[in-house]
């Protein structure tokens, strides 16, 4: 995607061949810069500080912070090491654990001269990967924006999404927004309602930073706001991200996705998620149960980042000195409440079935 007209990927290798390059997310809306990763101690803390974030970018962010550590050393002990500081940073996105078992299974019967190397080609794969995986998803779903706008409702198509699953969390493209960059670009007039999404205003710093780099038509609204726009009849579809799906299509996904998805189905939006191979845990079948969710720092809830009218950018408090703050950073959708997932090899109903059906290898 573009920035300022010049291409970007989330991440990258550095001139110098072995480095590795991000875009710090912490810094947008605001500021635009990028930063330097050269051991896998600063891949894991760029992961747990959010620097990077989005359950498929975390995965190939994780990828080259195990290229990184067998560039310092490929011992054998070194492996589980690296494989087990970065696997604590996030609990919930299953794209982490994904990409440290292919990272894993790759290096350990090689030996270690020549894991550098492997781990190198290996991360760049998957980030190459996920790339045309998310730009699939975009074809698959454009479908569902083309047949609402074929309807002729006489004005845009309007989309609502939740948090931020488009290019910067993942390498390029997206996940839900892959769909509307894609329909955008063949001309399909539409709006999108772009969540808030408290707290870190995902959706506020970096989706409404996304659709306006890429031109596209967008308005920012309250957490809450969405339930009433779909009352009123100003929502066409949903579609979000997630960051774990279950075998049996339980979404997992930024806190507040399940009151969307609950808004959705009383007013009769159908409510999509977009997801790749990888965000798909087949271990798990009962997402309410099983799926692990992080809990954040208390001070995200309690504080928030801001530009003053001079351009500077503080954090100021918003909650009584005394106050606590509980700060789940994730919910679970049921399966019964998606109206359909879509993947990079097409869409399906959210069941076992459903996803057996693209994916009968897993069977």
């Not at 050269?38 to 290229?67: F, Q, S, W």
């Not at 100021?316 to 106050?323: K, T």
């Amino acid at each position: 995607m573009k920035v300022n007209g010049v291409d970007y990927r989330t991440i990258w290798l550095a001139e110098d061949g072995w480095a590795v390059e991000i875009i710090d997310q912490t810094k947008l809306p605001h500021a635009f810069e990028t930063h330097r990763l050269e051991t896998v101690e600063a891949a894991a803390v760029a992961i747990g500080d959010m620097l990077v974030r989005g359950a498929p970018l975390i995965g190939a962010t994780a990828a080259y912070a195990m290229a990184l550590a067998m560039r310092s050393d490929a011992a054998d002990d070194n492996i589980p090491r690296a494989h087990d500081l970065l696997l604590a940073t996030r609990p919930t996105a299953v794209n982490l654990r994904w990409a440290l078992a292919e990272m894993t299974a790759l290096l350990n019967p090689l030996p270690p001269q020549q894991r550098s190397a492997a781990a190198y080609v290996r991360a760049a794969e998957i980030c190459d990967q996920d790339a045309a995986m998310c730009h699939a998803i975009g074809e698959h779903g454009a479908a569902l924006i083309e047949a609402v706008a074929a309807r002729g409702t006489g004005g845009p198509v309007n989309i609502l999404t939740h948090c931020n699953a488009g290019w910067l969390a993942t390498v390029d493209w997206g996940t839900a927004l892959a769909p509307i960059y894609v329909a955008h670009d063949r001309g399909v007039d539409l709006h999108v309602w772009v969540d808030e999404t408290r707290p870190r205003n995902q959706g506020a710093s970096l989706t409404a930073w996304e659709l306006a780099s890429h031109g596209v038509p967008h308005t920012l609204i309250a957490d809450n706001a969405g339930g009433h726009l779909m009352q009123h009849g100003m929502v066409d579809l949903c579609i979000t991200g997630s960051d774990r799906t279950t075998a049996a299509g339980d979404v997992c996904n930024k806190i507040g996705t399940y009151l969307k998805a609950l808004a959705a189905k009383d007013c009769g939006v159908p409510f999509h998620v977009a997801l790749p191979i990888s965000t798909i845990d087949w271990s798990m079948g009962d997402g309410l149960k099983e799926i692990p969710i992080e809990q954040r720092d208390e001070n995200e809830v309690l504080e928030i980042s801001g530009r003053d009218a001079a351009g500077e950018v503080h954090t100021v408090r918003i909650a009584p000195e005394n106050c606590r703050a509980a700060n789940y950073a994730f919910d679970v959708t049921p399966a019964r409440l998606v109206s359909g997932l879509i993947t990079e090899r097409g869409r399906c109903e959210a069941s076992r079935q459903g996803l057996l059906d693209l994916y009968p290898e897993q069977r």
